[in-house]
């Protein structure tokens, strides 16, 4: 593959929320294929919504708190951006809740479970957790064989309630190295909707993003491992196990960024974080174009579920797609209906 131009793009500093009239226009899409055009068009405006992080990280929308929720992992915070609010802090620390350490401890990956539960992997605390109602967290995975994970970084949820996530040493000061690392690898896991944690790989040496694919017989992985930066996809077998990994891209050597968080489309096309922005990728592998943000590291659908909303460095973006999410409107209904039960229950 050729290697992509990169564009410097000039940033803001100063910690805002942008009204709807002073949103900037903060990034431009490059086209690789025409197929591009049935996902977004060239001319469409990537928005600046908030900006001032030091590293923003694992977006997930609440449609039952019409907000986007996403973490700044060296700040160890969850904000909240909503269309009608703006930024706010959320919950604080979100990801370590001990004496200083360096690194970057703080939460990484949020996802919700089938009852709109904020699901986060805890990067200085080394674990999976649900926040739950009471703002105490229940620890859903921990430890593996019974040794420490490393610090999950990214999760996603099959439909029957099994959790997916990647566990690299991101949030061990010294990564690799770190004393602390109880674990020789660095892994990708399942944990059953009945509590069974199960080791899929060992063999990504870097695993950071995760997705399924629209019909849960794939899983998605990208490594962001400078001297192999791939997006890989695993077949998921019967039971459950994964087949030989596939290597659908390769952006060793492209800078600034290396692959990262990973959405899936209603009809299959990866948006991924990569070098340089967003990259969208056909099911087939082909490169169809890059929302050309500078680097980023992840992406997420909300609202209706047509706008991708971006975490890029020190900002939040979105962009507003002609596709949707994959299961989108499954979970849309299904946040219909627990607001409606909640409104009869009040009545």
Known sequence: MNKLSILTLALTISMLAASAQDQAVVAAIEKFDPELDHLLT??????????????????????????????DVAKNAIYEWAPSRGLATYLTPSGYDGPPTSGLP????????????????????????RLEEDGTFTVLASHYLGKRLNSPNDLVFASNGDLYFTDPPYGLPKGNSDP??????????????????????????????IALSPD???????????????????GIGPDGKLGTGRVI???TGLSPGLPDGIKVDRNGYLFTAGPGGIYIIAPDGRFLGRIRTGESANCAWGENGSVLYITAGDRLCRIQTTTQGAGWS??????????????????
């Open 42 to 71: 060239t001319t469409t405006p990537v928005e600046q919504l908030a900006t001032g992080f030091l590293l923003s990280e694992g977006p997930v929308w609440s449609q039952s708190r019409r907000c986007l929720l996403f973490s």
């Open 106 to 129: 703080g939460s990484n990956g949020l996802t919700l479970d089938q009852r709109d539960r904020l699901i986060i992997c805890q990067q200085g605390e080394r674990r999976v957790v």
């Open 180 to 209: 602390a690392k109880e674990l020789k690898f660095n892994g990708v896991y399942r944990l059953t909707a009945g509590g069974e944690l199960s080791l899929l790989t060992s063999q990504v040496s870097y695993p950071n993003g």
């Open 216 to 234: 849960e017989e794939t899983l998605y992985v990208s490594n962001s491992d400078p001297k192999r930066a791939v997006w890989l996809a695993f």
């Open 249 to 251: 891209q390769d952006v």
């Open 330 to 347: 499954r979970r849309y209904s299904s946040s219909q209906r627990r607001r409606t039960t909640r409104r009869s229950s009040a009545n």
